[in-house]
């Protein structure tokens, strides 16, 4: 049994290697959007709802995100880093979005707001009105969402703490920049540009067994982020409920999960709170990896060779040593340094 087992993974610092602070993730895109209530079509039937709209954005002109991006990186704790698209060209002409999203009910609370379930809104064609007499835009779709609502005083107030929702953000976007690329490295398939939003994220999870995100938004008062919803559940709740798994349930469980590590070290992230509470269940049976707010992007001793890449198999490559004050559960308030 002794020869099974391994002293160190190929890609363990060697002994000379440097000791760095972590890296910071790549600057994060998050798009202006407003909250209200309007008529939808939902079943055939004209409802009113509240919804979560992406703004038009602006065609051939940088988006706001794009600007914040390129001037400065990270994201910082005041609001500038919200500002509208006021100042740009109000002649230019804008892309209507394609998608909404119901806000149906809650599903529970969270550290800094609150996450609900709801509906993925498209635009409709029908010619139906609202009882005001105003035109229905929206129409209610089959994809169901989770919609994680942060309040941004909370959060800037709490700049810095352990669970940072801007080291998520930035997380979450670079694993799915990641995973997109592996696949066209892989089969060299793009035909998922035109893919539905939301469809596209839930195949992106049933391939990597990690919560993977459909969009970012921010109004006057809170931050969005948007998911696909899984419905099973926490992997706490469900072994509370069962009380113990069979050999073959837990090999299941047991093998997604460790398919979600694989897909974070070979995007050189590590995850650091990993628990049952962090890993959602659906009804048939497949768990996923979520709340990324803790992790950390690992540095590398290459890393000024792939400075601005990404590179489809961090584990190739040789880790450094990380400070010992980025290691546990600490404050991530110094998280962003670069490792040169």
Not at 127 to 142: F, Q, R, T
Not at 314 to 330: D, H, L, T
């Amino acid at each position: 049994m002794s020869n099974m087992q391994f002293v160190t993974n190929s890609d363990y610092p060697t002994d000379n290697a440097p000791v760095r602070p972590v890296k910071r993730f790549e600057e994060f895109r998050i798009d202006q959007c407003d909250r209200y209530s309007t008529h939808i079509l939902a079943g055939g039937k004209v409802v009113l709802a509240q919804i979560i709209a992406p703004r038009p954005q602006p065609i051939g002109q940088k988006t706001t995100a794009q600007h914040q991006r390129e001037q400065q990186p990270g994201a910082s704790s005041d609001d500038s880093d919200y500002k509208d698209d006021s100042d740009m060209d109000v002649d230019l002409p804008r892309r209507e979005p394609d998608h909404a999203f119901w806000i149906q009910r809650t599903i529970r609370g969270a550290i800094y707001g609150t996450v609900y379930g709801g509906v993925v809104l498209i635009r409709s064609n029908t010619v139906k009105s609202s009882p005001d007499g105003s035109k229905i835009i929206w129409e209610a779709a089959e994809s169901r969402c989770a919609i994680k609502e942060y309040n941004r005083e909370d959060v800037n107030r709490r700049r810095g703490d352990a669970e940072d929702p801007f080291n998520e953000f930035s997380s979450m976007q670079y694993l799915a920049a990641h995973h997109k690329q592996l696949i066209q490295h892989k089969q060299g398939d793009r035909s998922n540009e035109n893919q539905d939003i939301v469809q596209r994220s839930q195949e992106y999870m049933h391939q990597t067994n990690v919560m993977m995100p459909v969009g970012f938004f921010y109004d006057n008062t809170n931050l969005y982020t948007i998911m696909p919803l899984v419905d099973g559940g926490e992997l706490f709740d469900v072994l509370e409920d069962r009380q113990r798994f069979s050999e073959p349930q837990a090999r299941h469980v047991m093998h997604q999960i460790l398919n979600g590590l694989e897909t974070l070290q070979r995007a050189g992230i590590c995850h650091r709170d990993m628990s049952l509470e962090n890993v959602l269940c659906d009804k048939q049976g497949r768990v996923f990896i979520i709340d990324m707010g803790m992790c950390i992007k690992i540095p590398y001793i290459d890393d000024i060779k792939h400075k601005g890449q990404i590179v489809i198999n961090n584990r190739e490559r040789q880790r450094c040593f990380i400070k010992s004050e980025y290691c546990g559960k600490v404050s991530s308030s110094n998280v962003y340094l670069d490792c040169n």
